[in-house]
Structure formats: C-alpha cells, structure tokens
C-alpha cells in the first residue's frame, strides 16, 4: 500500500481518526474464524480497517443484519447466459457475487484471444472482481472444427495480466494423463498458479495421475463419493449448481451425514442462465439450499468466501478483516439468508441500474463465415442399409446410438432420406474457416415438424446447427443466421417464426437481458407447438448435438462421430 | 513437470508400471480432508503417485503404522541453538520435522547478508526443506549498535531466490503503524508474499492497524484470548513451545474448551535448545501436547502440516496426495505418537548420521572486533546518588528497574562503584565497529561471586555482555572472547575455567553438537556454584540483558536504557 494512504488507514484503524464509513450494528461473519460477532466495521478507500467499535464521517446502521464477506463464483462460462457478460455480472452481483472465477471457454473456441479479450474488456468495470482461467481446451477434441487453436505460446503474453489466474477447465484428461505434448506445455506453462480440472468418473489411478499433472480443482462432480476421492488427493472440489446440472444436494448431504471436514470444498455455478438468476439468485442460492440440508451457515459462508479466494490465491478476498477489500453482501438473518444490499469496494451495488453495454470490436460482430448455402448440401442418399441415428432423449444431453431403418423417397432418380413423424434431419456447418464442411445426420426423440430450428451456439466448436424436416426451412434457417451473425432461429413452413440475434461470436447478444428473455419467452414455446417434445429445452438441447465428448453419437462438420468407438463416419448409412 | 518425467511416473500411479517404491499397508494421514485411510502409498523420484493399492520396485511394509506428511515448523531461529544450521536441521529432521520456516535474524544482526548467505548455504543440502524469511529488523531498534543495517535495497537481490518466502517477524510494530518509511519500504517490497509479525498485546485498534500493514502471522501470542483477537483479524497463529517461551498449553486448552475453528493455527518453536529437541522432540513434541491436552490428532496433524504448507504458500508440502514431495514421519499410532521413522523425497533419514559440518567464509569466524579493552573502560564513578539498578528476576528475562544506594570504594582519590554479594558489574561492548562504545550498568539478583561470565550472545545486536565482581576477571573474560571470536567464558578468580568457542559470527559452534552439550554441563553448574541463583540459565538470562524492547531496564553499548520511557543515560547515577 502506498505510505501516505497507509498512514491515513492507520489512523482510521486505530481509531485516532473517524474512518471514512462505518458499518454499525452488524452481525459480522468472520470467516477465518468462522463466527459471527456483533460490531462495528470501518472502511475507507474500498479497504476494510477493522471490526470492533468505530466512528464514520459517513455511518450506515445495519440494525443487527448479517454483513457477510462478498460471495465467489469460483467457476463459470459467462457465455451461456446468452447476455453480454457485462450484464450477467451485473445481474448476479446483485444477488451478492462479488466475485468471479471466468472460463471464456466458448469466445476463444470462436475467437481465440480476440474472444478473451472481450470478456476481459467487458467486465472490467463491471461492480465486482472477474478473474479469468485461460481456456485450456480450445479445441477441445480432434474431431473439432472450431474457430481457432489456442496454444501455449499464444498464452504466454497473458501471463502478466493480473486479472488472468491460472489454467481454464482441462476436459481433455486422455491428453493429461497420458503426457500429449501440447497438453503439458499448457499445464506447464502455468505451473506455480491454479489449474482448473474438469474430471468426471475417471478410476482411482487415472484421478491420481491427472492430480500429479498439478490440476488442483473439479466442478464436475456429482455424487459425495466421488467428491471425495478427489479432496482425499488434495483437490478443491467446486460444489456446482447451475440450471443444468445440479450437484449440490448430493455433495452437501453426504457432508453433512458424514461430518466432513468442509475446509476441501467452495462453490460454483458453471453455467446458469439468467432468468433463474433473477428467480434464484446465484452463490446465495448454493449457500441458502446448502444451509436447508443442514450444513451450518458459517461452514457455507466459508466455502463461498475465504476458502475460494484461498484456493485461487486471492489473499485479499473472501473476508472481512483489516487489508480485505470492503465487497460485503448483507443477509436479513443467518437462517432466511435473503440479500438486502450488496457493497463493491464499500460501494452498495445499485438494484437494477441501467447500464449501457459496451461495443466490441467489428469483427467479433461479424464470426459466421458461409458462402452459397443451399439444398444440395443437406442432400442424403438413402443407401437401403440401416442408418445410425441419433436418439435425442429428454432430460439429457447424453444419446442412444440407434441402428435403425428410416425413411426415404425417389428424386430425380436417385433414394433419398426424407423425414417423417419419428425422423428428421440435422446438420452442422463449418461456420469458422470456409472450410465447406457439413455433417448431415438423423435424429430421432425431438419430434419438430413443418419447420426448422437453428444456432450459432453448439458446444464446443460453435458451428451452425440445424434440425428439420425438410430441407427448404433448414436452408432458410441457415441462411438467416449467417445474416444475423449468429442466434436461435424457428423456421415455420417457409417463414421465419421468430428470431433471437446473438450477433457477438454467435454466443451472445449485446442488448439487455429483457429483450433476450422475451424472445425466449414466445420461440420456446412455439417450438413446443411445432412438436418439439416435452422435458427438451429446444435451443440448450439443440447445443450438445455437437459435442463429440458426451456419449454415444453425435453430428459434426465431418459426419457422424461415434463417441465410444472414437470414430467418425462420413454419413449415418456408413458402417 | 518435465515430460518424459511426468510420462514415467503417470504410468506408475496409473499401476500400469510398478512404482519405484510403495509403502504398504499404511495408516495414511490424508491432511486435505483430515482422515486416516488403510493402504498403500506409492512413490516415485522424491514425489507421492498416490494412495490406495499398489506394487512396488522396493516395498516397505509398515504394518499398520501411522504415515503422515513431514512436519513444519512454522518459525524458528536456527542460531539461538548454538549449533551449526546444518546440525540443527538434521536433529530435527530425525523427529519427524521435514520443512523449516528460518529466521536468520540473529546473523543477519551480526553479518548482514553474508550472516543469512551463511544460513542458506549450511542448510541446502539438509535433509529438509529450510526456507528463510527474510529478517525484517536489522537493527532491531534505534538505539541498537548491531552490526549491519538490512534496507530494502540491500533485500531486493533475494527476491528471486525462491528458498526466501517473505519477510521475517516484524518486532517494530511502532514503526509499522506510524508508517515509518523504511519500515514500509521493506513490507512493500514483500508485498503478495508471507509478512511474518511479532506483536504482543496490542490494543485492538493497533492490532488492525498492524494487520492493515499487510503483516499475516504471529508466533508471540502467549494466551487464547489474544490469539483468537489475531485470527479474526485474519492472522495465521503459529503456537510457540520453544525452551523459553511455551505457549501452547494455554492456547490449545482455549481452542478445546471452545471448540474453536482451528483452520487460523499452526505449530512453530521459534527457539529450541537442541538438548531439549534430543530430549523431548521437536514439532512431535507440539503434535504430541495438543493432543494430550484435548485436541483430536487428525486437527493437530494438520496445524503441523498443510496448514503450515498453505501459510506459506508451499503447495508441494504438507500432504500426502499426487504430486506433493514424500516427506513423511512414521508414528507408531495416534495416541502415542512415537516417531519411528523419516523420509525425506522419499529417503529415508538415517539416526544420528555424522555429517562433516561445511566450513564457512573466513570473515564471518573474524566478528568479534575489539581493541586494547582495559579495567579503564569498566569504572564506574559514584558520584554519591542512589543508581539505577538492573533487577534480574529468575525464570523471566523481564527486568525491574530499581534506584537504590550502591556500595563504593576509594581508588587514587576517586569514588568507584564496588561489588559486593548484592550488586555486581555488568557491560556491554560493542564488538562490530570499532566504535569503542562500552556501557557499564549494576546488576542485583544474579549472585556471581570471584568472578566473571561471558558471552558475545546477546540480543538482538550480539555485542559482548560481561558480569563480574571485580574487573580483572571481566576485562579477562572479555579479552578470551576476542581471542575465541566468541563463546560463552566463564572465569574465577584470574583464571578461565570453562569456554564454548562459538567463532561463527559469536553466535554458533562449527563442532557438533555433542561438543557444546558437553561444554555446557560443566560450566553451567559451575557458575550456579559461584553463586547464580537457581531459576537463572546463566548464559540464555545474560543474553537478554541488552535487549532494549523488553521492560524495564537494559545495558547496551550507549549506556543504560530506561525501555518504558525510551531513555538512554549514559551511566546507573544519571538522573
């Protein structure tokens, strides 16, 4: 700290002069110690200086409510929320985030660092401190037709940004354990700082090798057991509960039957979208439903403040004593937990306050790269064998790997796949590089009829994907995107339903989270009414078709790819 | 990781190859999740693989013994054992401590950075991991005449070195939180690492003001209450049981009758005899206590170990899990906790191993700087006033200052100062410079008859510290303690019964450790039968006595200091 400020501190510290604020008649949790006690805090220049009993020039009474330190999201995508990350950090601040640990995992599998400097640029002064872990996986598979190849050396120059604090989610565990060169030189290069896993189910001595690899933390667990294994080898494991998958409950209640030391656990959100949010709430939400299934309060709040910035070495963060920056979030009380007021830097966090979002640079507005798409390119001989199809199936991103017969006709004297109540057709399209690439596939479960869906957004890669049941709504639906530059697209009987535009990378769009909410609001339901099934979110569902890491089969820009069997066919009749 | 070596050793923990060596059925202490688990450790190359079931190359079969991670101390000075850095260690090593937090602060007052060059290279190839602090205040005080002045600037060359964690304990608390500028000029430059403090009973507000500086541990706290003051403050205990100061009954009883989060605590010595690390152990000594006073083994162990490890930043230590260093001390269970064993990287630390002990540069044996030194420099002229008398008090190394009459002789027409069974001489010379300073004080309470004691131990400066009844045998102990280059002298009646040479900076013997234990059993009961009263260790209370921080009254090379009113008199009759 500088000394003139220092001695002004002091002084303030030590109660010789009046600090700049005090916070009266608090319940103070302290998370070192995990209490809380009666007292009052003193503040100035963002800064904690005490807790105990203290004048303020300015002095807010908090009348015996709780003033806890700011929350940590210790892992999340900014980009599934569909809104532009300044938004969402916005949003979830107000629920007493004040702290995010961020993945750009998708904008740099579109835009390589151009996507990571957007996220950087746009958070920057958002009300809360977003710390970014350099995506580790982009591509994420060698079956990926992604955007760009993010490797060691392009890093290298982020090293010195003090808001970039390790290594992003490392997916690819084969490439880890099993030594692959450019997968080292990532974990290498980060060595001394915080490498993110992402390592679900692997056995006991596979988990022990990814660990020897220096990655240090897990999101993806779902059960207690498994959480567990992976404490017991010395990583932090991020209890995530987000809109999609939900671990919580299962984590918390094998902690809570077994007494376990909590000091190994924080928790994240991952990907949750912005509507529950705004319903929810966000790391309050995780502390709240862990609090219900009987974790004590102090052992929550400890995992959502000190214990996360200890693990991403944010000695400043995660508390409320002198020398910690002054982020506080106040609850009503230690067992309802509602958020009455959120403090950035000793600044309450306005509710709700408009904020004009900032531009981005041209070309990450201009990301879907497509010439000349037309019928001809969704064409499918129909071969008389069994074709494989893809078995959507509800509730899930998981699919069953069908052998099926499936329809077809007769066109200009060739056999034809045609889609019918039970089959339609899906395709993904290179959208990166000109590269012309498009995988056409079948799929089965969905159920849209007389019409197309379509999305930028399709994990990991992000290509253009399409489902329908016949090819002139697809090729509309396609085509619109490409104009749009990006979004969630329903196409019915030759007109356009309704459109979505996330024009920044395809991912996000660059206007207020109203307006994304709204057009969700009348093309999910539309969608619905064109057949699609109950238990299917359309769009989110629609995103993991492409996925190639998630079993059984999948569609990408070179075919069909059979996850099990690490093998790619050209198109669904192929053996 | 080198790759090739991460590749080999992958496999190992994977069990597709056997392990380089395996430690069978083991009662594993798992540090991260604080448990004990049945089964086998594997390592490899100094590093842990894993833990579960294993083959190994070598196998070691522990038959159910308890194998836990090295122990940490936490803070320690290495010079106030007498022996050389390297012996110390080694001793230690063999209780099971396998990671040492140095302060080098003792040789640096003496040699500057030579003194801490020496620390680190006696201790490099230990069987242990030494790390140094940096020491913070050399000189300790304004009124010391030590023998270098450590600045910022002269600390920045260490930076890099990465065996220096931080900065040593900061004692001048004043001058931390009036923000003195060189004071702060050091912490600034330490900023983002461990700070270490030393601040006994500070006000609350002080207190803040200290941590605010950025300061993050504290090894001095003596009661509960006091320690639990520093961890809400977000300051990291280190629970002191050295030979003088014992802290951890008090402490450890407090966190067990409260149940206290014990995630704020860690284990040091600070100063330990190296008789009574033979005797009664090191940081198994601390382990050992908290548990027989309450504390459940598994929480004791972690003080010891990851807790110490995640303090100072360590992330390689303090656990047995993938990846950390094998470090380990084999206990015979968890009640009695009987060191069986040590490993370090995986070796294991043989019993009482004679090692050479490495020479050392030559000017650091040439420190004890002293010219023609006279009976003419101790008169002491009593100019009829009652004097300031030093009171020795035993079993404390605080002082009573009292105004007393003193008895006097007649010599070539001048009154002088005589001893008598009550007051004795005591001096200090300065020994660094060539200043020429000597203060002359009276002592009561120490009892020394037809004769004199030496040392060139004496905090924090390590001037020469001399008591006598008569000046012949003073001028005669200080003149042999030039001739050694330091020691502890003892003489009686014109002839030096007994020295311990400790020629390296005054401070430390080159021999081993049975030599200085040997010197000390004779000279030790000696000086009791010359009338030390019991209660007194007659060196250690001697090598308090020009420590101008602690209360009330000290002798230093300037003369007597009156601490409470920060006051130097030039002689015991000034007013």
Redesign the interface.
């Known amino acids: 700290?500088e000394?003139e400020k220092?001695?002004r501190?002091?002084k303030m510290?030590?109660?010789i002069d009046k600090a700049e604020l005090v916070f009266k008649n608090a319940n103070v949790f302290?998370a070192?110690?995990?209490?809380f006690?009666e007292g009052d805090v003193a503040v100035a220049e963002g800064?904690v200086?005490?807790?105990?009993k203290y004048q303020g020039e300015k002095e807010i009474d908090l009348e015996g409510s709780c003033l806890c330190p700011g929350l940590i999201d210790s892992h999340l995508h900014l980009e599934s929320t569909l809104v532009s990350p300044g938004e969402l950090v916005r949003q979830a601040a107000q629920c007493g985030t004040t702290t995010f640990i961020v993945d750009p995992h998708e904008s740099a599998n579109v835009s390589g660092t151009e996507g990571i400097d957007y996220i950087l640029e746009q958070t920057e002064d958002a009300p809360a401190n977003v710390y970014v872990m350099m995506p580790s996986c982009v591509p994420a598979t060698h079956v990926d037709d992604n955007g760009c190849v993010l490797t060691a050396g392009k890093m290298k120059a982020y090293l010195e940004n003090n808001r970039i604090l390790g290594l992003g989610e490392v997916m690819d565990a084969v490439s880890v354990?099993?030594?692959n060169?450019s997968m080292?030189e990532k974990l290498?290069l980060f060595k001394?700082r915080v490498r993110d896993g992402h390592a679900p189910f692997l056995?006991?001595?596979?988990l022990?090798?990814y660990?020897?690899?220096?990655i240090s933390t897990d999101h993806e667990c779902v059960d207690y057991e498994y959480a567990?294994e992976e404490?017991?080898?010395?990583m932090q494991v991020l209890i995530r509960e987000g809109s999609a998958a939900r671990n919580l409950e299962a984590i918390v209640k094998g902690i809570v039957e077994h007494g376990?030391?909590t000091?190994?656990f924080c928790f994240c959100t991952d990907d949750k979208h912005i509507e529950e949010i705004r319903r929810d709430g966000h790391i309050n939400y995780n502390v709240k439903r862990a609090v219900e299934l009987g974790l004590p309060v102090e052992k929550a709040l400890k995992m959502a403040t000190i214990q996360a910035a200890?693990c991403y070495g944010l000695?400043h963060l995660g508390?409320i004593?002198?020398?910690?920056q002054a982020d506080f979030v106040v609850f009503d009380n230690t067992r309802d937990l509602n958020v009455l007021e959120v403090y950035f830097k000793g600044e309450k966090i306005q509710k709700d306050e408009k904020v004009k979002i900032k531009p981005c640079a041209p070309q990450l507005k201009n990301t879907v790269h497509l010439l000349d798409f037309g019928e001809d390119r969704l064409r499918l001989r129909h071969t008389g064998d069994k074709a494989h199809v893809i078995h959507m199936l509800q509730g899930q991103i998981a699919t069953e790997d069908l052998l099926e017969e499936v329809p077809f006709g007769e066109e200009a004297g060739e056999r034809l796949f045609t889609s019918d109540d039970t089959y339609q057709k899906i395709a993904v399209i290179e959208r990166h590089k000109h590269t012309g690439k498009v995988g056409v596939g079948i799929v089965k479960g969905f159920g849209l009829r007389h019409g197309a869906i379509a999305s930028s957004v399709s994990h990991d890669s992000h290509n253009l994907i399409v489902v329908g049941d016949n090819d002139r709504d697809m090729v509309l639906a396609v085509q619109e995107l490409v104009r749009l530059q990006g979004g969630y697209i329903l196409v019915e009987e030759g007109e356009i339903y309704g459109t979505l535009p996330l024009p920044v990378m395809g991912l996000m769009s660059d206007e207020g989270y109203e307006k994304v909410n709204e057009a969700l609001s009348h093309m999910i339901p539309k969608a619905h009414s064109m057949g699609i099934k109950p238990g299917f979110d359309p769009f989110i569902t629609l995103s993991f078709m492409a996925l190639p890491v998630i079993p059984e089969i999948r569609i990408t820009p070179r075919g069909i790819y059979l996850v099990n069997e690490d093998r790619m066919l050209k198109q669904p009749f192929d053996k």
Chains 1, 2 share one sequence.
């Open positions: 700290m000394l220092y001695r501190l002091s510290a030590r109660g302290l070192h110690t995990g209490e006690v800064i200086l005490g807790v105990g354990i099993n030594g060169v080292h290498n001394g056995t006991p001595g596979d022990s090798a660990a020897l690899a220096g567990m404490c017991k080898k010395g376990t030391d000091s190994g200890q000695k508390a004593a002198p020398g910690y």
